[in-house]
Structures are given as structure tokens and as C-alpha cells.
């Protein structure tokens, strides 16, 4: 294979055009496409890619029915002289889903792909191809690294709004033309149903696109599947999907809400007919890998887990954390040992070995919940705790302590570079932790940037636990709870490392690309 130089960093893919003609609406919200031949499979739902690294990546598909999924990819948007990659069968058993994993690639280069669904028992009659592009990681440091990052997608019950254009957040990210996007969890809300009506403060309407399994709590396999379709029934997020490739984590509304492993819902939550939430959490986690291209979780994968590390040339590792898994329950939290914490023993050993490892100049610790941010339990009439803080200013206490003894492990081994980003409190900030203002003082500094949501209810900033010595620098959040997309309060996070200096500057953003806040991170620090 040969290929095209590293394109521009700042311009705008011909391929997302290419891609993004080829994707149309569902055929069950519409029209069926122009390009469907009668009997053949149909690609509908759009491609992603994911997991991308240096030589490989994965490319993911659903058919309208069973298909042999077929990948193409090349140099060049023409297809002259394709490399194919025969992937898996797909069938009922995965919802008609289907990665494909390549190996070999070349780094640092433009990869256009298209894949094609055959039909099993004629290979020769094909759907017609649907195309999309990425980027592989460079091994060249002078090529630097620029990627987004949000969370938070169709929350609170404000789905997709066609009156507004959908999510139209996705092309403000697309224009900044990202190496890939770090996706912080709440992917879905399986506990939202979705009506096709909202009321407004203003008096005006919202107005959703609704599915069956929208209309209700999540509880079976087929629900949770609903819900990872219902948005890509969004032409924004599928355009996106076959421009720009994801790296992707979960937190608890792909699940329910504040969920923990051993949790029993209370029978006066007469939603749920299904009590046990570790039920509900395995067909989630199914789901979950049926529809995204994660490559620890894909049909065949050993580790079968979330968290992972995806290495991104020299500039950049990024580290996956899953703080939902593995956790104890919620509670005050505020216990003086607590050996399980958050991440649970096993993936804190895991971290500690990564990070010790990684020859990278940054280290994203991509964390699906703030640390020093307090997240209340809302559902339960007792003073229990969702995240790492509890409130309480003092010594680390409860899952605290596990945090403590991570950010001693990094100060020790001289660890340089750490960079904590995460979502999920619906506002975007943010915190810089420093040991002179901590009560736990054997750390060295280090940030923590939050955004999101995506296209989900914005609600007022949360406090902060001084255990770690937070300074909240830059906020913004809205007074009211759950102001709804059409009230703005829409975020999303870029990092852009340079290649030259190895700078690492983040800026916070609006919904349109607005520029809110803007901070430049030396490299080479143990500490900020």
C-alpha cells in the first residue's frame, strides 16, 4: 500500500464529505435510502471506528439483517488498489453488529475505509458501501496531538430534537478536524425515557424523536440495544462517527442511574421489574460492547473490561478508567479504611503499572467521575456519596483514600505529565489541586478538566472537598437545574499537544466552538 502524506492539521476532510452523503435516516424514521438494492444488506446506522492507535484500529457496522461485514480501506478516496479485511458474520446474537480489527497500518496517516455487507449465502450480491476516515497515531512527535473530549448524551429526556437540528454539537467538534474523541461516559441514559414532548420555562415545546424502547426504564437486552441506537438515529453524531474515531468509557446511565455492583433496587421503584442491578449491568456491558468499537470488549477479546490504555504515539498515553465496575457502594463514605474504593484493588494496580510504564510525555487519566467535586447519591434519603468526595475537608476518608494513595504513587516514582479529564456533573470547570491549600499533602499539583453535556439537562456546579487542596479556576454552569439543550449550558473539552514544544493546551468550549477558557501545561513535570 502506499499513501498521502499527514494532511493538514487544520483542514477539513473531503473524506467526512464522502462519508456523511452516504449516511442517511433509518429506513424506519423514513424514506429508505436512494442507494438500496432490494434484498441486500443495508449499513443504515452509519460506521464508527475506534480504539485507534499507531498500526491498528477498529471498524464497526450494523446490518438490517444477517451479513458478512467487509472492510476496505486505502490511501486515497478513489480506492485504487484496496487492502480488504474479511470481518465477522452478523447476526441476531449482536444485534446485527460487528467489528472488524486492522493491523499493519501505516502511522500517522489518513486511512479511508468502506465497509461492505454481503450476503451469506452469495458473497456477490453487497449493500451498497458505506465510507468513512480516520487517522492513525503518529510515531513523529513534530506531528503533535490534538483530540476532544465530552459526555453526557440525551439526558434528563431531551433526546433528539429535530426543531433544532439534532445534535448539532457534533459538528462544531467534526470543524476542529480531532485526532479522535474521548467519550466520559453516560453514552446513553438507559433509566431516561424519552417522551415525545417536553414543556419549556419559556412556554415553548420541546420536541423529541421517540423509539419503543425509549418509552421506558432500560431493563432488557433488547432495551439497552434500543437505547444505543436511538442516537444514532442522529445524522450530526453519525457524520461525525465516520470522520472522526472514539475512544470510549461508561459510567452509570448506561446502566441506571448512580448504580454499584450488589446494588437491589427498592420495590417502591416501581419502574424496574428486574431488582437486581448486577442483571441489568451485564446486558448493559453487552450492549455497551455490541455498539461500540472498543477493543477490550469486542466478541473474542480476553480482558472483557472497560478500562484500558490506548498509547498515541510519544506525546500522549491515555489511560481508560472504569469507576463504576469495580467500585463499593455508595454510602457516607466516609470509612477510614477502604481497600475497594472506587476503582477496586486490581485496577489500581493496574494504573499504578501503566503509568510507571509509559514513556509517553502525557498521561491522560480519563476518568468517568470528578475527584474533587461532591456528587451526591439523589437516589437515596440518606447523606450518601456518588464519587470520590464526601464533603468532608479533612483527611482523606472512604474512597478518598485510594485516590490518596494514587497521587503519592505518582509524586514517588517521579511521574511527569498527568492530566485528569472527565464529565459527568453537566457543567463545564476547571480545578487545579495543590498541596499547600490540601489536607493530604504527599502529592504533587495536577489539573482536573470537566465538560459536557453533550445534548443533556446542564445543572449548577457542584462544591468542592478540600482534601486535595482544589482551586476551582474557571466555571461555568447554570443557576437552575436541568435547563434543557435549547437553554445552551452544551459543552465539550479540546486538548492540543504540540508537537515542537510538547506543550499541552486545553480549551474549554461551548456548544458552538465558542472558546470559554484556555490553559497551557508544560511538559516534563512531575507536577503543574
Not at 462544531?172 to 461516559?185: E, I, T, W
Not at 416501581?270 to 446486558?283: C, F, M
Not at 456528587?375 to 482523606?396: H, L
Not at 439537562?457 to 437552575?480: C, H, N, S
Amino acid at each position: 500500500m502506499s499513501h498521502r502524506p499527514f494532511p493538514g492539521r487544520r483542514s477539513v476532510l473531503r473524506g467526512s464529505l464522502a462519508a456523511s452523503a452516504a449516511l442517511t435516516l433509518p429506513a424506519g424514521l423514513g424514506a429508505a435510502p436512494a442507494f438500496a438494492r432490494s434484498g441486500r444488506p443495508r449499513a443504515e446506522w452509519g460506521v464508527q471506528t475506534g480504539d485507534v492507535t499507531a498500526d491498528s484500529g477498529l471498524v464497526w457496522v450494523r446490518s438490517d439483517r444477517p451479513a458478512r461485514m467487509v472492510v476496505e480501506t486505502s490511501a486515497t478516496e478513489s480506492f485504487r488498489n484496496p487492502r480488504r479485511w474479511h470481518g465477522p458474520l452478523l447476526g441476531a446474537g449482536t444485534d446485527f453488529t460487528g467489528t472488524t480489527r486492522l493491523h499493519g497500518l501505516p502511522s500517522g496517516e489518513q486511512i479511508h475505509y468502506r465497509v461492505l455487507l454481503a450476503d451469506p449465502d452469495d458473497p456477490r450480491r453487497t449493500g451498497e458501501p458505506v465510507t468513512g476516515t480516520f487517522r492513525t497515531a503518529s510515531r513523529r512527535r513534530r506531528d503533535g496531538v490534538r483530540f476532544l473530549w465530552s459526555g453526557d448524551l440525551a439526558g434528563q429526556g431531551w433526546g433528539i430534537n429535530p426543531d433544532l437540528g439534532g445534535y448539532r454539537i457534533y459538528d462544531a467538534m467534526a470543524r476542529l478536524d480531532p485526532d479522535f474523541f474521548l467519550c466520559s461516559g453516560d453514552t446513553v441514559y438507559a433509566d431516561g425515557p424519552i417522551a415525545a414532548t417536553q414543556a419549556l420555562p419559556d412556554g415553548t415545546t420541546w420536541r423529541n424523536i421517540t423509539t419503543e424502547e425509549k418509552a421506558k426504564v432500560a431493563e432488557t437486552l433488547a432495551e439497552y440495544r434500543g437505547n444505543f441506537r436511538y442516537n444514532l438515529l442522529d445524522a450530526n453524531l453519525r457524520r461525525f462517527n465516520a470522520q472522526v474515531p472514539s475512544i470510549v468509557q461508561w459510567d452509570d446511565h448506561e446502566v441506571r442511574n448512580n448504580w454499584y455492583p450488589g446494588e437491589v433496587i427498592a420495590t417502591t421503584d416501581t419502574r424496574y421489574t428486574e431488582k437486581s442491578v448486577d442483571v441489568l449491568a451485564a446486558r448493559a456491558r453487552r450492549a455497551f460492547g455490541e455498539y461500540f468499537p472498543v477493543s477490550t470488549l469486542r466478541p473474542g477479546a480476553r480482558e472483557g473490561r472497560v478500562h484500558r490504555v490506548l498509547r498515541q504515539g510519544p506525546l500522549l498515553d491515555v489511560f481508560v478508567l472504569d469507576m463504576r465496575t469495580y467500585r463499593n457502594a455508595n454510602s457516607p463514605d466516609d470509612q477510614t479504611t477502604d481497600p475497594q474504593g472506587i476503582l477496586g484493588r486490581e485496577q489500581l494496580e493496574w494504573l499504578k503499572r501503566e503509568l510507571a510504564r509509559s514513556r509517553a510525555v502525557w498521561k491522560v487519566l480519563a476518568a468517568d467521575m470528578p475527584l474533587g467535586l461532591v456528587v451526591p447519591d439523589s437516589m437515596e434519603n440518606k447523606p450518601n456519596f456518588e464519587a470520590v468526595a464526601q464533603g468532608d475537608p479533612g483527611a482523606p476518608l472512604g474512597r478518598e483514600l485510594q485516590i490518596a494513595e494514587l497521587l503519592r504513587f505518582i509524586k514517588h516514582r517521579r511521574i511527569t505529565g498527568t492530566l485528569w479529564l472527565t464529565a459527568d456533573v453537566h457543567h463545564t470547570s476547571a480545578q487545579h489541586y495543590q498541596p499547600s491549600r490540601a489536607a493530604f499533602t504527599d502529592f504533587e499539583p495536577f489539573w482536573e478538566f470537566v465538560s459536557g453535556p453533550l445534548n443533556a439537562g446542564a445543572f449548577p456546579a457542584t462544591a468542592l472537598d478540600a482534601t486535595f487542596g482544589p482551586e476551582r479556576v474557571f466555571v461555568k454552569a447554570p443557576a437552575a437545574s436541568n435547563v434543557s439543550p435549547a437553554g445552551g449550558y452544551q459543552f465539550f473539552g479540546e486538548v492540543d499537544i504540540d508537537g515542537g514544544s510538547g506543550e499541552l493546551t486545553v480549551r474549554l468550549r461551548e456548544q458552538d466552538g465558542t472558546v470559554l477558557f484556555t490553559r497551557t501545561l508544560q511538559p516534563g513535570r512531575v507536577g503543574q
